[in-house]
């Protein structure tokens, strides 16, 4: 992180820049207070050359926290890179005040190392590496508390400076809801050419009347929607084989928002507890568990969601 950077920096973007109590002393005062800095993010242009060689770029977001976006982000990564070895993907966390990414793709304890081309990324598999705040923390129990300039100078940094290499797909873990890290990402990466978004909801009323918000938000940004993924929508009791509608939708559930909305479904994954287990201890369900009914719903998403990404 750039260390002259006040804490409570009001960003250049603000009309306080330059003038409000936290710029006394700023190095940066006077070009923010004569409003030049706020013409030009260099941001923008960094992280366009940085990730020039990175083919598709994915926003994973959800209107509420919960809803499985860090699980599916994780298993989206896992299943596209297992597909063809040829096929290079990554995946970004910028939840940075609840990273999962290195617990979820079980690299907890990894560390990221800086080289004359930037940070290099975790490896998961050989053509699957991870880059995430976690790996920065002191202690997974350490607070982050940092304000909306502070996030949006991590994130940059996350978009410019880390040595991705070539990459068919680079997947974006976000926080819930529509913050801070979501104006910053959506900034720098239409700049640089977003793929789009997906969504990730449960069927609950209340999960999906915070998707048509997300939706609505990717709209005002101009991010394209490439749909919309349904959690923990069924249970399958593994020893009678009952299944079990979790959150029964009252309104026609994802599938009706959808089309409502005008945005694609993309599928529809079960809740599997074996997930919960893999995802806690890190282990990929993949080998763990190759026959779980999870692994072909995420399949078909996958599946929709590369053809997507080929033709966009
Ligand atoms: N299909 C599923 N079956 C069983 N458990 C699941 C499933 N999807 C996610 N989970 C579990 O639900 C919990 C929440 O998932 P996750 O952390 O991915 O949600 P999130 O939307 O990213 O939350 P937040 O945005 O608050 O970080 C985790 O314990 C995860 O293992």
């Known amino acids: 992180m750039d260390s002259n950077v006040p804490e409570h920096c009001p960003g250049?973007?603000?009309?306080?820049?330059?003038?409000?109590?936290a710029c006394a002393g700023c190095p940066n005062q006077t070009i923010c207070a004569s409003g030049e800095a706020k013409v030009v993010d260099p941001g923008l242009e960094l992280v366009k050359q940085s990730l020039g060689n990175v083919r598709n770029k994915i926003l994973v977001l959800s209107g509420k926290g919960g809803v499985g976006k860090s699980t599916i982000t994780a298993l989206l990564s896992r299943s596209l890179a297992l597909n063809d070895q040829d096929t290079n993907v990554a995946v970004l966390d910028i939840d940075i005040c609840g990273p999962s990414q290195p617990r979820v793709l079980g690299v907890l304890n990894e560390q990221v190392h800086q080289s004359g081309s930037g940070w290099s990324p975790v490896y998961v598999e050989d053509n699957l590496s991870v880059m995430s705040i976690g790996f920065l923390l002191g202690s997974p129990d350490d607070a982050v508390i940092w304000r909306g300039p502070k996030k949006n100078g991590m994130i940059r940094q996350f978009l410019?400076?880390?040595?991705?290499?070539?990459?068919d797909y680079l997947l974006i873990d976000t926080p819930p809801g529509t913050s801070d890290e979501h104006l910053s990402a959506t900034t720098y990466l239409s700049n640089a050419g977003l793929t789009g978004a997906?969504?990730?909801?449960t069927p609950q009323e209340v999960a999906l009347l915070d998707v048509r918000k997300e939706i609505d938000f990717c709209r005002k940004v101009s991010v394209k929607v490439l749909g919309v993924v349904e959690n923990?929508?069924?249970?399958v009791c593994p020893g009678c084989k009952t299944v079990t509608e979790i959150f029964p939708a009252?309104?026609?559930g994802t599938k009706q928002m959808c089309l409502d909305m005008e945005v694609p479904f993309l599928g529809s994954l079960p809740l599997d507890p074996k997930i919960a287990r893999c995802c806690d201890e890190g282990k990929d369900i993949f080998t763990e568990f190759p026959d779980s009914p999870y692994l072909d719903s995420l399949k078909n998403v996958t599946d929709k969601i590369r053809k997507l990404c080929n033709t966009s």
Do not use: R, Y
């Not at 410019?160 to 990459?167: F, K, Y």
């Open 250 to 252: 009252k309104t026609g």
């Open 12 to 21: 250049t973007q603000s009309d306080d820049a330059g003038k409000a109590s």
């Open 198 to 201: 997906i969504i990730v909801t």
């Open 160 to 167: 410019s400076e880390v040595d991705w290499g070539n990459l």
């Open 232 to 235: 923990m929508a069924l249970f």
